[in-house]
């Protein structure tokens, strides 16, 4: 059961996971429910309105009413991957209804899109993150169902105006859905700014130890959409371990703590390399220079993530060259642990990527910053 009063800061709310207690045993910490099937009365209803776990397992419970109370939402729903909750919205959508999505953005779902939401008979335009006149211009009235926002957007962080976006989508019917990864909910909740449904990759931030594959979607309202998308949820099956969802819980506990650790070692790293000479450009929405920084202020609360990416002077062998002599950032893909990671994207995201060759993607972790600026320094001066 819940602790009272429920109004408490997203800090709290994450620690505590809501304050819930088992009623069986008194527990602070949840307990697992393996089985995949419930009993049924001989009257042939469900004792605890459960049937099958696939969308009844009460291990959803607690993270589901956690990822509520953090993002502002009415309903939550636990998926198997990131791209599993992403692709759960597109399913909603019908043969021929028109999607805008961002042109950068998180490589897997646009070639998704591309490929498999062709297929599907659903239409596409891709536009500039932080033009708002431009996704509103390729909004067709009658014909566009979604808007899909990323922001900050993934490698160049570039910052979505979703109020902005979300007024104008509203205004022609059109639902708006938001990659919440990179911000969580402790720096923006996007439902505050007019979106219908955020989306996690709960295998990033939510989870924040690298030890978990899951996805998350959260709605404003229940409405006829959201019902389509839990529709799809349940006869998918693409949905969440029982196990992997209590590791996602207890990942979600120490949230706080590691959001804003990443997000101020992330700050330090940009300042300090901005206007270094072995840099061409340091891309990260906290600085005053990046291109979305006035909107970031606005609608990203204590802190800018802790994602940034870093532009090499050299071009693509320099950054490669640079990428391999790290030591304490580990080359791997992924993003959102207590680790420290750096990736080459173009290389990753393969030859359609619009990624440049000399950017490298950081994933700042929770570690002394110290010891990161001088895995960099000694990085790039090995490089030189």
């Not at 099958?52 to 309903?75: F, I, K, M, W």
């Not at 211009?137 to 808007?147: E, N, Y």
Request: proline share 5%.
């Amino acid at each position: 059961m819940p602790h009272k009063p429920n109004r408490q800061h997203p800090a709290t709310v994450a620690a505590q996971a809501l304050g819930w207690v088992d009623d069986a045993t008194r527990s602070v910490t949840p307990p697992l429910y393996p089985s995949t099937t419930f009993e049924r009365n001989t009257d042939l209803s469900y004792h605890a309105g459960r049937c099958y776990s696939r969308a009844d397992n009460p291990t959803y419970d607690q993270a589901c009413a956690v990822l509520n109370a953090l993002e502002g939402g009415a309903d939550s729903r636990l998926f198997a991957s990131g791209m599993a909750a992403a692709v759960c919205v597109l399913q909603a959508l019908q043969p021929g209804d028109h999607v805008v999505a961002p042109r950068v953005m998180y490589w897997a779902l646009r070639a998704y899109m591309q490929d498999v939401g062709v297929r599907a008979g659903l239409t596409f335009d891709f536009v500039d993150n932080g033009d708002a006149d431009a996704w509103q211009r390729h909004m067709q009235p009658g014909k566009t169902k979604l808007i899909w926002l990323e922001t900050p957007a993934n490698p160049d962080w570039q910052i979505t105006d979703i109020a902005a976006v979300a007024r104008a989508a509203h205004d022609i019917g059109a639902v708006v859905a938001v990659d919440n990864t990179v911000a969580t909910p402790l720096l923006t909740r996007p439902i505050d700014f007019g979106a219908d449904i955020v989306m996690h990759s709960a295998t990033k931030y939510l989870n924040g130890h690298s030890d978990v594959l899951a996805g998350t979607l959260t709605c404003a309202k229940k409405d006829a959409f959201w019902e389509q998308v839990c529709k799809q949820h349940k006869s998918g099956g693409a949905v969440l371990g029982v196990f992997e969802t209590w590791l996602l819980l207890r990942g979600m506990r120490t949230l706080s703590l590691r959001v804003e650790r990443a997000s101020t070692n992330a700050m330090t790293l940009a300042r300090h390399f901005e206007n270094h000479p072995e840099i061409e450009q340091v891309q990260y929405p906290g600085l005053e220079s990046h291109i979305g920084h006035d909107i970031a202020k606005r609608q990203m609360t204590g802190g800018f993530g802790g994602m940034l990416s870093i532009r090499v002077k050299g071009g693509t062998e320099r950054a490669v060259a640079f990428h391999n002599a790290c030591h304490l950032f580990k080359r791997a893909t992924s993003l959102g642990g207590v680790e420290s990671l750096i990736e080459h994207r173009a290389s990753v995201e393969g030859p359609t990527s619009p990624v440049p060759g000399d950017l490298l993607r950081l994933s700042v972790g929770i570690e002394n910053i110290d010891d990161l600026i001088a895995d960099i320094e000694t990085a790039l001066a090995d490089t030189k």
